[in-house]
């Protein structure tokens, strides 16, 4: 028993060293400004891929601060529909998810699917309903 109180206690020290708050984005390649260079919309049905739109042509970009700290402004178009990204955020990142803070939680998750210093595409699912959702994919260029 004494030694599974030791394992323990050792687990969670190197959990909560392991894990610092300033450490927002442990491989640094997120940090600067992106250009929004394209995004995609897929949805899927029970588990089925349907239809799939680009937008090669957005606009705007996305900011991300040393600090966890980010800015996007950008649009992008699908069935001829205007869609605007403006807000503030907080975030912090892996090296395969960026978690995006929008309304005081952790609203959006990104699999970050390339990342590198110049590059990163990352998706992210929205529910449609129980059966349904929506992977946005987009790609961010420096």
């Known amino acids: 028993m004494k030694a599974l109180r030791i394992v323990f206690t050792l687990f969670l020290i190197v959990t909560f060293l392991a894990c610092s708050k300033d450490d927002v984005d442990p491989d640094g390649n997120l940090q600067g400004r992106w250009n929004v260079e394209k995004v995609e919309g897929q949805q899927f049905t029970n ?18 601060e040393s600090n966890g700290e980010g800015e996007q402004n950008y649009t992008f ?17 892996t090296q395969t998810e960026i978690i995006i803070e929008r309304f005081g939680q952790a609203d959006l998750v990104w699999n970050r699917e390339l990342n590198t210093a110049n590059r990163q595409i990352a ?4 529910l449609v ?14």
């Open 47 to 64: 588990g089925n891929p349907g239809i799939k739109l680009e937008d090669n042509n957005p606009t705007g970009y996305i900011v991300f």
């Open 77 to 93: 178009t699908l069935f001829g529909t205007a869609y605007p990204n403006i807000n503030n955020f907080r975030y912090s990142a």
């Open 123 to 126: 998706s992210y699912d929205i």
């Open 129 to 142: 309903n129980a059966n349904s959702f929506i992977r946005y994919t987009l790609t961010l260029e420096k």
